[in-house]
């Protein structure tokens, strides 16, 4: 009998590299007490993978408990050289939002594509065209992301089209 064992190594996310920079930036901030004047408050946003961190903190926030800002420091991944820091004053970076979209088609055999309505190619079509929003409507001077985060995979066969409703979420 042969033993197999599985090495599990963790992949960084952004999530980890939010939370070890500002723990890094709240120890540097401690160690030069001295050099500023004033209350930091080291605050970690929930669920920003599923959107509901930043509206969850707003919801939560207790002015008893905590005392008001006179500024306020957010950072997040960005791409950049090692070892700096950019900053600008104002929104930066972008919202995200999700839509799901359902297409209905019609099936049919594989030789006889034809009779079908496939939405494979709906959906081939629908993303090709939703790419083009951000190149070719919004201006340049504008900023502007639009992400296919997935598509449908459902159907398998080689042989027929499928007909149940293809659905997926941005």
């Not at 800002?69 to 900053?87: E, F, K, N, R, W």
């Not at 001077?141 to 007909?163: E, F, K, Q, W, Y």
């Amino acid at each position: 009998m042969r033993t197999v064992r599985r090495w599990v190594w963790p992949i960084p996310v952004a999530i980890d590299l939010h939370v070890t920079w500002l723990m890094g930036a709240a120890r540097v901030l401690a160690e030069h007490r001295d050099a500023w004047t004033g209350t930091v408050l080291v605050v970690f946003q929930p669920g920003e993978e599923v959107g509901r961190g930043a509206s969850s903190m707003v919801a939560d926030w207790d002015d008893a408990r905590f005392p008001r800002p006179d500024i306020i420091l957010g950072q997040h991944v960005m791409v950049g050289a090692s070892g700096t820091v950019s900053y600008r004053p104002g929104v930066i970076l972008s919202a995200g939002d999700s839509l799901k979209i359902r297409l209905f088609g019609r099936g049919s055999h594989g030789s006889q594509p034809q009779t079908s309505i496939d939405p494979v190619i709906m959906a081939a079509s629908t993303t090709l065209r939703l790419q083009t929003i951000v190149s070719r409507e919004i201006s340049p001077m504008d900023n502007a992301v639009l992400t296919i985060g997935s598509g449908p995979t459902r159907h398998c066969s080689t042989a027929t089209t499928p007909s149940w409703p293809s659905s997926w979420g941005w």
